[in-house]
Each structure stands twice: as C-alpha cells, then as structure tokens.
C-alpha cells in the first residue's frame, strides 16, 4: 500500500496525509473524553473509587397501603467507596410534583435501601413519579410506577435491614411481629451540640422466619443514629447502642456539628424481631 501511495503521492504530501489523520483521531478522541463530565464513569471498569463519582438514586419497589393509597420506595447507590456526597432539595435534588417530598439530602457511601417513601393516591394508575439527582455534571433518574413485578409487602420491607433471612421470606407473612412505636425529643442546640432523647415502645415479638448464624434473638433492640439532611455530617457520642430490655426503654446520645445550619436527624431502631422503624427529627443549629 505504502509503495502504491510513494507512486502516486510525492513523501511530502504523504506525510502531511497521515499527520491530518492523526490530528483529527485525536480530536475525536478528546471530543469522548469531554463528554463525560468529571471523568465519572460510566461503566462499570472494576476500580474501586474512594471519590470522585456520582449517586444514582433507586426504584426499590412499591407497598399498597390499607386506605388504597401506595406507597413508592426510593434509595441510592453511591458509587464512592468513602465519600459522602451531599446534593440539596433543588433543581439538582428533585421529584416531581414536589420537588421536596422527604428525599435524603446526604449520600452516605455505597448502597442504601429504603431511605423514604412517596405516598401517591389511590388513581396513580400507570404514571410516573420521577427522582432526579444531579451531581458532578452527571443526571440520573429514578423512575417510580406500580410494576407488577415491583410490589412488596410492608413486612417485606420492614425486614429488609436484616439480611439473616433469604429473600422470598424476608418478611414472614405468619409473623405477628409490630414494628417498635419510637419518639424523639431534642434539646436546643448549644455551642454546637444538642442533646437526644429516644423512647422505645415495642410488643417484644421474637423473630420468626428463616434465620442465619442465631438471629437477633437476645440481642436487645439496636439504635443507630445517622445524618439524613443538612450541610455536614453531624457526629454522635453513642452513634449504635442497644436496649436489653425487649420491649423498649430510652436511649440518650449527643450530636455535635461542625456548621450551622437545618438538619434532620435519623434515629433507625431494629426491634428484637428484626423489625426497622426509622424515626426523623429536625435540628436548628446557629
């Protein structure tokens, strides 16, 4: 080919030939790059990132209530392995029809289930209720709708933290297992810091089901505190504690901030059945 070429094509003009290919190769290659915003990637290349990547946010399933109403079930994959991403309710943290309708605001590393529910009406039909998050230049949609495939039972879900079961009996419909009735008070918050008070009140329903390595059975009811909103992690004195009495009791623990700001608290209490109720509270900090 090349002494073809040399026969027809003084060296000169060759040679300006393969420079005007490799100009436009490399264009086109930088033209690829560009369009990944943040060098986020968009497949899955088998590195472990500390930092750097984005949150996608996730269609869990839905539950029907007993008024007719159901229930639309978010969470999200943070594809970082350390950092926490904090995105506000706004055009970068939406729903539709909202765009506030109790999405997280903090994104904790990896993946979390079941963080909030939409409550959408009884004729919701075949719509679509749209979770959007924007972060680093990168759009990514949770899409909610009531698939078929997609329902769930509410003790489906309530069990769902506990991975000791296998997943067709997560949530052991003979189970006469009542999720634990949990209340908050918080003190206003001085040089930073406010004081919480949990209390437990809870039927002491062993668990039922299939269970792996014993269960929680005697293992007292677990408390664990995380940030759900607001402009920093806030940090806790007694961020886990149990409760050995198993029908509950009061659990005391102290959060600090770095900043000031409104925030929202989570207290996840797992009853002695294995049991989630997820208990919010809000915090203004000066």
């Not at 080919?1 to 290659?29: D, E, H, N, Q, V």
């Not at 055009?91 to 590393?109: C, L």
């Not at 004081?195 to 007292?220: C, E, H, K």
């Not at 770095?258 to 915090?283: E, F």
């Given at each position: 080919m ?19 290919l ?86 904790t ?35 909610g ?39 908050i ?66 659990v ?35």
């Amino acid at each position: 080919m090349k002494a073809a070429l040399r026969g027809t094509i003084g060296g000169g003009a060759l040679w300006a030939m393969y420079s005007l290919l490799a100009l436009l190769l490399a264009g086109a290659a930088t033209s690829a790059v560009a369009q990944v915003p943040g060098n986020i990637r968009t497949t899955d290349d088998g590195i472990k990132y500390a930092r750097g990547q984005n949150v996608v946010p996730v269609f869990e399933g839905w539950v029907p209530n007993p008024d007719g109403t159901f229930s639309l079930l978010f969470g999200y994959f943070n594809r970082n392995w350390e950092e926490t991403v904090f995105i506000p309710v706004g055009p970068d943290n939406h729903i539709e029809g909202g765009p506030d309708r109790g999405q997280p605001t903090v994104f904790t590393a990896r993946r979390e289930r079941n963080k909030f529910e939409v409550v959408v009406p009884k004729d919701f039909g075949t719509k679509e209720l749209v979770w959007t998050l924007t972060h680093r230049g990168k759009t990514e949609k949770a899409y909610g709708a009531l698939v078929p495939q997609e329902v769930l039972s509410r003790k489906i879900v309530l069990a769902n933290v506990q991975r000791e079961f296998s997943d067709d009996d997560t949530g052991d419909g003979l189970s006469t297992n009542v999720p634990a009735v949990v209340e908050i008070a918080v003190a206003p918050p001085v040089s930073l810091r406010a004081a919480l008070s949990v209390s437990i009140t809870d039927d002491a329903t062993p668990m039922a089901g299939y269970r792996f390595g014993g269960g929680r059975r005697g293992q007292g009811i677990a408390v664990t505190w995380s940030t759900y909103r607001g402009p920093a992690l806030a940090s806790f004195d007694a961020p886990a504690s149990r409760l050995q009495t198993p029908n509950g009791g009061k659990v005391a623990a102290t959060a600090t901030f770095t900043v000031p700001g409104t925030y929202v608290l989570r207290a996840s209490v797992v009853d002695i059945g294995g049991y989630l109720t997820n208990k919010d509270v809000m915090v203004v900090v000066k």
